[in-house]
């Protein structure tokens, strides 16, 4: 095979084994970075923007806010909300008020700069149907060469647009792409972005990626030039395609070194600019991709039930280093991973119930947050059951877990009704082919029939079925956490957004922009924290999800979480209804 001279010191050393007649063979070959892509991926598209675009401003007709949605008739002007504001409830002065988005979702630019393959570019290349609009992550918001805008029209502007209902005009500005441009022009604090470990690492370990690194110092300096908070994640799910081919990925305990070397990279090189760094992004939902299809990587012996709970094991591991890590730098910034999951209601009080919420919460937040934010070790509901396989935690790696996060980072996107399984708990609890083993609860978004059997709140896109907007459950769930696992540093809402319904069906701008639903659903959610706050709840920041519509994991464009739409032809952006209203209500309740 050809290797390209530019790769010559990053190479895979790749297998094959396989039996001739009567004998065995094993051969090696050496692949180059080319023929690595080609073989595990093929072609990628390229972007027709395929350098760092400069500057052009932010056009002031894109910031004119929305009429209001709720007015009565004749409305004299823009955006005066009716209710008086409530005099007992603020954002605290430091509270980070951001967005967020991820790697794989937003970047594009799949195969450049020296980039590897991530178990994601095989997922949406090689897996028929993974993706369900067939679509990939190689050109998304094209983010990579967008994120930029240079400071010529400057500061004086990203000042001008404080005041976000600002009348002053600045007729040159055009709706144009530059993403952490248009975030400061909203008056958002923080960005939260991931980090692709593929680009600066192409083969997940070895070799750095030095154009890769150059890339996300630019990213962060950009922000910083804006007055915008970098908050990064270093594992948003997009795994070094190597990683997982070589030794099963998260699967092994190989994968802690790996994504330690890979930590002190990142915690060396940006650990001074950055205030937050988030080590994973939802491991419920990481090693809840395991088992992964079959065929298109290396095959494991795990029992596929157990696979999670390895991954589990070693992703806990990994953190907890990796904290560890960032701490004897002297970083200063608070490092810690992001749970997800709502408040979980029981669906009736009967005693089952009641124990139904107790395993959802265990088996979803506790086998996380126990062993790192109280003592180290599963809740016992999950050690019954992991303990069975995994090895013990050692009294080592329960002292490293236990209190590795500075403060408690959780995407809350709805709430969630639980109830026993109809065969009880038990019954699932001893018989591992029940099709609700291990956690063994129920989970519904509905009241029950004798309760109406409402939704608990209206509905998300149907392509969305798990989230509804339950934002009275906020400061519930808020409180639960606080009282629960009493992190030191207080609650980062790392993500909350609502797919508005249909609204990948619409064609028509002026439609898509006033996303009623999702206004609605930020203006609850933020009245929601700013209860809790009331209550005592530390509540430290609220980052949105998503500063952009963006490629939805296995719902493709299908479905749109953005706060701001994007014309996928000509990649423009314009802020939605809903991103001034997230704004407005931070802006009203922040105190001074
Ligand atoms: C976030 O996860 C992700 O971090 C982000 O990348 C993504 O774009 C965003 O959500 C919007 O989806 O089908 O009933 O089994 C949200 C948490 C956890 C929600 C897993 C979906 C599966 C529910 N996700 N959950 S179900």
Redo the contacts with the bound molecule.
């Keep these: 095979m050809r290797s390209s001279p530019g790769f010559c010191a990053a190479l895979a050393a790749y297998s094959v084994v396989g039996t001739a007649v009567g004998q065995n063979f094993t051969a090696s070959v050496t692949l180059s970075l080319e023929d690595y892509w080609s073989l595990y991926v093929g072609p990628i598209e390229q972007a027709s923007i395929n350098t760092t675009v400069e500057a052009t401003p932010v056009p002031t007709e894109s910031l004119i806010p929305p009429p209001g949605l709720y007015y009565p008739p004749f409305p004299t002007g823009h955006e005066a909300p009716l209710q008086a504001k409530n005099e007992s409830w603020a954002f605290p002065k430091d509270f980070k008020f951001g967005v967020s988005s ?1 790697a794989y ?1 937003v970047e594009g630019a799949a195969k450049d700069e020296g980039k590897g393959p991530s178990i994601w570019d095989v997922l949406s290349h090689r897996v028929p149907g993974y993706i369900t609009t067939n679509e990939t992550g190689d050109i998304a918001n094209n983010q990579y060469y967008l994120y930029k805008q240079a400071v010529t029209h400057e500061n004086k502007t990203a000042r001008k647009f404080e005041s976000l209902w600002a009348s002053e005009v600045i007729v040159e500005y055009r709706n144009f792409k530059k993403d952490i441009a248009r975030i400061a022009a909203m008056g958002v604090k923080v960005y939260s972005f991931s980090i692709s470990w593929a680009r600066i690492f192409p083969f997940g370990s070895g070799q750095v990626n030095e154009q890769g690194l150059a890339h996300y110092q630019d990213v962060i300096d950009t922000c910083l030039e804006y007055g915008v908070e970098p908050a990064i994640t270093l594992f ?1 799910w997009d795994l070094p395609l190597a990683l997982q081919n070589s030794y099963g990925g998260l699967l092994s305990p190989k994968f802690i070194p790996d994504f330690l070397e890979y930590a002190r990279t990142i915690f060396t090189r940006f650990g001074d600019k950055v205030d937050h760094f988030i080590t994973f ?2 491991p419920t ?1 990481v090693c809840g991709f395991y088992p992964l299809p079959e065929g298109y990587f290396k095959a494991s012996n795990i029992p596929k039930q157990q696979q999670p709970y390895y991954c589990g094991q070693n992703l806990l591991i990994a953190h907890s280093q990796a904290y560890h890590l960032a701490k004897s730098l002297n970083l200063t910034a608070q490092i810690t991973l992001k749970l ?1 999951g709502g408040y979980k209601i029981p669906l009736t009080n009967s005693t089952a119930d009641l124990e139904a919420v107790q395993r959802a919460w265990d088996w979803n937040e506790g086998l996380w947050a126990k062993p790192i934010f109280l003592d180290g070790d599963y809740p016992t509901s999950v050690k019954s059951y992991v303990s069975k396989f995994l090895p013990e935690l050692t009294a080592e790696q329960k002292a490293a877990l236990n209190g590795s996060a500075d403060l408690f980072a959780h ?1 809350a ?1 709805t709430s969630h009704f639980y109830s026993a399984p109809d065969t009880g708990t038990d019954a699932c609890v001893a018989n591992s082919s029940h099709p609700l083993f291990p956690k063994c609860v129920n989970e519904t978004w509905a009241y029950p029939a004798a309760s109406g059997g409402w939704a608990l709140g209206p509905a998300a896109d149907p392509l969305v079925p ?1 989230l509804h907007k339950a934002t009275e459950w906020v400061p519930a769930l808020m409180r639960y956490i606080q009282d629960t696992w009493k992190p030191r540093g207080g609650i980062l809402v790392t ?1 909350f ?1 609502f797919a508005e319904p249909f609204e990948a069906q619409k064609t028509l701008l002026p439609d898509i922009l006033l996303d009623q639903q999702r206004s609605a659903y930020f203006k609850g959610f933020m009245e929601g924290l700013l209860i809790a706050i009331a209550e005592g709840t530390n509540v430290v920041g609220a980052l949105a ?2 500063l952009i519509d963006n490629l ?2 296995t719902s493709g464009n299908s479905v749109k ?1 953005g706060l701001q739409y994007v014309n996928y032809t000509t990649q423009e952006r314009y802020y939605k209804a809903s991103f001034f209203h997230f704004a407005d209500v931070f802006k009203k309740y922040h105190e001074q």
């Design positions: 991820a979702q948003h992004n939802e939902v997800n995407d996107y798990w993500e957004g999800w998503s939805e994991w979480f």
